[in-house]
T-cell receptor, first 114, second 115 residues
């Protein structure tokens, strides 16, 4: 069964450093998402992406964040200058169509900012 | 704005007992509703979803949920708990009018199953 994959599974970085989290969505999916979950808190929406542009972003997704689909398979989340509060589990998700269709989630990348 | 409230961050049941995980939502438009499960060190997996039609929805692993508009609820149930059901469960809502399709999640409920 097709699945969403994410790399790395764990990332440790120093405050102020740039990180890139990578995701490979399911191949025929058209909509892509990033969510995050700070330890002990709820899963929060960050951004949705369709047709090579951002469809919607949350207040969390400020200028420090960017997303890109550099080729036909990868979907990346970049944090330019990490802060302590960016420490969280980051989930990538994809779906074929909107709303009624299931969003398939990857296993997540645990980001720790020291 | 949409929101989801899950009552009880931790629920413990005995094997074979009824599982009831509560979810209430707030939405200005008819919502799409979802239950996801997260096993340790894994991503979120869809259990079931309500979009339109029958309000009682059956999902995988014997789970079901009923959409009750008058109560703004979408509680998850399973008649008989199994040890393998131990996991974190998330209720989520999506605005059917939202072109981005984002999911708004509840806080999650950790289900423990005692032998």
């Amino acid at each position: 069964e097709p699945e969403v994959t994410q790399t790395p599974s764990h990332q440790v970085t120093q405050m102020g450093q740039e990180v890139i989290l990578r995701c490979v969505p399911i191949s025929n999916h058209l909509y892509f998402y990033w969510y995050r979950q700070i330890l002990g808190q709820k899963v929060e929406f960050l951004v949705s992406f369709y047709n090579n542009e951002i469809s919607e972003k949350s207040e969390i997704f400020d200028d420090q964040f960017s997303v890109e689909r550099p080729d036909g398979s990868n979907f990346t989340l970049k944090i330019r200058s990490t802060k302590l509060e960016d420490s969280a589990m980051y989930f990538c998700a994809s779906t074929v169509r909107l709303s009624t269709d299931t969003q398939y989630f990857g296993p997540g990348t645990r980001l720790t900012v020291l | 704005a949409q929101s989801v409230t899950q009552l009880g961050s931790h629920v413990s049941v005995s094997e074979g007992a009824l599982v009831l995980l509560r979810c209430n939502y707030s939405s200005s438009v008819p919502p799409y509703l979802f239950w996801y499960v997260q096993y340790p060190n894994q991503g979120l997996q869809l259990l079931l979803k309500y979009t339109t039609g029958a309000t009682l929805v059956k999902g995988i692993n014997g789970f079901e949920a009923e959409f009750k508009k008058s109560e703004t609820s979408f509680h998850l149930t399973k008649p008989s708990a199994h040890m393998s059901d131990a996991a974190e469960y998330f209720c989520a809502v999506s605005d059917r009018g939202n072109q981005g399709g984002k999911l708004i999640f509840g806080q999650g409920t950790e289900l423990s199953v005692k032998p």
